[in-house]
Structure formats: C-alpha cells, structure tokens
T-cell receptor, first 109, second 118 residues
Framework: GQNIDQPTEMTATEGAIVQINCTYQ??????LFWYQQHAGEAPTFLSY??LDGLEEKGRFSSFLSRSKGYSYLLLKELQMKDSASYLC??????????WGAGTKLIIKP | GAVVSQHPSWVICKSGTSVKIECRSL??????MFWYRQFPKQSLMLMAT?????????EQGVEKDKFLINHASLTLSTLTVTSAHPEDSSFYIC??????????????FGNGTRLTVT
C-alpha cells in the first residue's frame, strides 16, 4: 500500500529552527509537496521537490532524498504565526496526490 | 493569481436536508477540480475528482448518490450533500488545477466549508 509518515506533533520555541520529517512509500514518485494549514483553514502551498537536494524559499527550506524516500521541511527563525499543521504530499506514478496526516507544530514564546 | 473561491464558508442544516457547496476558479480555467473532506485532527481525504464536462470519479467508499458533483464549466464545480446526516458534519475543501498544469503545479485550494448537520 501507499504510506506517508510524519510526526503527529512537534513543539519549538519562537526564534528557533525546527525540522519536520516525512517518509514515504508510494507506487512511483512524481514530486513531493509541502503545505501549511492553519486550524479551520484550507492548506496553502509551501514547496515542491522532484529532484534530490535542498530547495530554499525564505525562512522555509525543503529537502528530498528519493533513494531514501525521505523529505524534510526546515523552518528557521520561527514566528508565532508558524503554528500550524504541515502536510507532506507525494504524487505517485498515476500523478495522484497521496497525503500525509500532517504534523501539528506548536510554537512557544 | 490562481484564486479559488468556495461558498459558503460554513453552513448548518437539519438532518435529511441537502446542502450545495460551490467552488469557483476566479482567474484561471480549472480543467480538474478535487473535493476533499477533513475530519478534526485528520488529514485531507480525497472524495472525488471532477473533470469539466464529464462525470466525477469517486474514491472508494464515497457514495456517489449522496455526494453529487457537477463540473459544468471550466470555472465552477459544485458538491451537493444529499439527505445530510450528523456524520456528514465535516470540513469540505475544493481544489483546482489549471488548464495547462506543469508537474510542479500545486493545487489551489478554496477556503473550505464547515458543514454542521443537526
């Protein structure tokens, strides 16, 4: 079956750095997305990786290793507004999005 | 750009009634729209995929007669929850993909509809 694993919840301190991991086992791979979702709102797009390596976008970076079926989202200089759920999603061989359950990130002052 | 409007934002209805949710792509043509359901503290669950002018493709376990999807134009898709019951209470989210999506194209999401069935 297809599976995406993320930690359920993480806690970090304002101003610090946090890394949210995502491992996947899917039938094929056509890219990995990270989305941010605040409570009661729809997800918003953060990043896309299809090749191995690091993609940096401001305070957020996303890394991919296809051979390991592994990705992480790195958030730097954490702000209180970064408190949200972070969803990892993989496009499989049929170009269908397979969603992880999301990681709830709690930022403490 | 790439704005998706979903309406209503929230709705409360009585058990046995039907509720229609609209999803519009405001500044692009959406050949494909996706309907998701999300229960509290759970991930997005794809309900169905609709392509303009054709019948929707439903995911396993989703009753097509209960969740009616219409995608009559390139900018509008509707989801009608028929004969709603309390267990249908959930957060429903639509998303859209443009007419010439690239592999890296993210989905554009509507703001979601919170449905409460009493």
């Amino acid at each position: 079956g297809q599976n995406i694993d993320q930690p359920t919840e993480m806690t970090a301190t304002e101003g610090a750095i946090v890394q949210i991991n995502c491992t996947y086992q899917t039938s094929g791979f056509n890219g990995l997305f990270w989305y941010q979702q605040h409570a009661g709102e729809a997800p918003t797009f953060l990043s896309y990786n299809v090749l191995d390596g690091l993609e940096e976008k401001g305070r957020f970076s996303s890394f991919l290793s296809r051979s390991k079926g592994y990705s992480y989202l790195l958030l730097k200089e954490l702000q209180m507004k970064d408190s949200a759920s972070y969803l990892c999603a993989v496009k499989d061989s049929n170009y269908q999005l397979i969603w992880g359950a999301g990681t709830k990130l709690i930022i403490k002052p | 750009g790439a704005v998706v409007s979903q309406h209503p934002s929230w709705v409360i209805c009585k058990s046995g009634t039907s509720v229609k949710i609209e999803c519009r792509s405001l500044d692009f043509q959406a050949t494909t729209m996706f309907w998701y359901r999300q229960f509290p503290k759970q991930s997005l669950m794809l309900m169905a995929t609709s392509n303009e002018g054709s019948k929707a493709t439903y995911e396993q376990g989703v009753e097509k007669d209960k969740f009616l999807i219409n995608h009559a134009s390139l900018t509008l898709s509707t989801l009608t929850v028929t004969s709603a019951h309390p267990e249908d209470s959930s957060f429903y989210i639509c998303s859209a993909r443009g007419i010439t999506p690239s592999e890296s194209s993210p989905l554009h999401f509507g703001n979601g509809t919170r449905l409460t069935v009493t």
